[in-house]
């Protein structure tokens, strides 16, 4: 299936726009749980992107904010070497692979993903897009819903980032 997520642009001083834009091809959808959205996952040339319900989560061009808020919570840890970090939303893997960049070898990283496809997707297909972080040792995934761990963790982590504010409601 093809899709253009964009309308055309009026040519400006003999540019077609229309004609240089590749189109969005889907790859795969997956459906989130208790009848919620559908997810797709998009593809055109080397740029991926996931949807919701026509409204674009997460873009493999566009990744800054996944990078500062891993960042910048990273930085406040008093012993980055020995934390432990709970990670709500696994996305295109952004914030885990900055978390690690800022974590030490014997930290440990939990991911909570509450759609099992968007973990599949991240050991295949997406996998190289943040480095594979999948990969690192340190990391354990879990498919669930990160405010359940929340619950039950009383306490125990270093560090909570929750990556799952801009889905659809």
């Given at each position: 299936t093809t899709y253009n997520r964009f309308k055309a642009l009026p040519a400006r001083q003999g540019l077609e726009c229309e004609s240089t834009l590749k189109p969005w091809i889907?790859?795969?959808?997956?459906?989130?749980?208790?009848?919620?959205?559908e997810l797709c996952l998009y593809q055109r040339d080397q740029e991926f992107a996931i949807q919701a319900d026509n409204l674009e989560l997460m873009n493999s061009r566009n990744?800054?904010?996944?990078?500062?808020?891993?960042?910048?919570?990273?930085?406040?840890?008093?012993?980055?070497?020995?934390?432990?970090?709970?990670?709500?939303?696994?996305?295109?893997g952004y914030t885990l692979k900055s978390a690690l960049d800022e974590l030490g070898e014997t930290a440990e990283v939990l991911v909570m993903e509450l759609v099992p496809d968007v973990v599949r997707w991240n050991q295949g297909l997406l996998a190289h897009l943040a480095g594979n972080p999948l990969d690192d040792e340190r990391v354990t995934v879990q498919v669930g819903d990160v405010a359940q761990m929340i619950k039950r963790s009383r306490g125990s982590f270093s560090a909570i980032l929750l990556d799952v504010d801009n889905g659809p409601n």
């Open positions: 889907l790859i795969e959808t997956a459906q989130t749980p208790g009848h919620g959205a990744f800054a904010s996944e990078q500062a808020l891993a960042t910048l919570a990273c930085k406040k840890l008093t012993d980055p070497s020995e934390a432990r970090v709970l990670i709500g939303g696994l996305g295109m």
